[in-house]
């Protein structure tokens, strides 16, 4: 199989590249990312030379490249989107350009070149388009049949990105499937989000910025086990359903920040709380019944705690790599090679 995969230079990108490389011989991936700040070749430097994946430096809003691509694929996984919710409270046009329009360009070349609807669509998508649950009622969970009801920029856009999906399904009969998965976390993330930030923060003996009480709470999932759960909707999910995807696995920021001071050897002196989020939503929760019932996928990967220090030892153990992305220097060398945004 030939997969177009967009955003495949950022975090959950580079990691389905590596995992569909290592677990498909067979398949090839072309890799369409435009180098947003998140975007980062080096993500893939260790595979760049495998002849079965191939780099396009382009837009997912360029409507005529994007129907280039889609006429020499198989099938597309959609990854590409601007995804960090502090952001988009700054600044949400970024946002609504990326993951609204850019999800409806792409369906729109899909259409183009494929007007029969033999290629299937994964638009990876976010469970923060449900909103976000009581903390005192832990048995309440986002599934497949929760209302949208997206509070931050980020989301919203992402339950626009995801309503064109489902239109495009409907009307046009296309084999779209959506995914909505809760927070990961691995090799790779941007260290603006919350563990690349704070583990690289304590390496260089920074305080670590804790938003109000620290009492919301995530549900966390290893990266590679989102990506194995994209795959296995890829090659069986039935067109035109959504999967939730989570780890069952809930922790409050403070006990996420206190197991990492306790990895890193650092004491509770090393946090700095901040004044919280704008409309910081409280919990985010999963019943993954569905994917696992209809396509028999469940996490493998994400068993708490040790996930967690497998990601922390990572960071521990690539400082070139966080250390040139915090820096920018990445930025100013893939700038000479393709430009960027
Ligand atoms: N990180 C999470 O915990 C999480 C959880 C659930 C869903 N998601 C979704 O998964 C996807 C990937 O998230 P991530 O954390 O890897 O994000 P990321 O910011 O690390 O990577 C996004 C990638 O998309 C590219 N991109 C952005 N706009 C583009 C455009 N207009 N054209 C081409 N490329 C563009 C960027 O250059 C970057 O390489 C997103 O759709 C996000 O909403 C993320």
Known sequence: MNILLTGGSGFIGSNFVRLVLRERPDYRVTNLDCLTYSGNPENLADIEDDDRYTFVHGNICDLELCTKLMHDCDAVVHMAAESHVDRSIIDARPFVESNVLGTQTLLDALRRADPGGTKRFVHVSTDEVFGDLPLDKPEELFSETTPYAPSSPYSASKAGSDMVARAYAHTFGMPVMITNCSNNHGPYQFPEKVIPLFVTNLIEGKKVPLYGDGKNVRDWLHVEDHCEAVLTVLEKGTPGEQYCIGGNNERSNLEL?????????????????????????????????????????????????????????????????????????????YAKQYGTR
Do not use: F
């Open 257 to 333: 920040t206190h197991a990492i001071l306790e990895l890193m050897g650092k004491g509770e002196d090393m946090i700095e709380p901040v004044t919280d989020r704008l409309g910081h939503d409280r919990r985010y929760a999963i019943d993954a019944t569905k994917i696992k019932r209809d396509l028999g996928w469940e996490p493998t990967r994400s068993a708490w705690p040790q996930a967690l220090e497998h990601t922390v030892k990572w960071y521990v153990d690539h400082p070139r790599w966080w250390q040139n992305v915090k820096s920018g220097a990445y930025r100013e060398y």
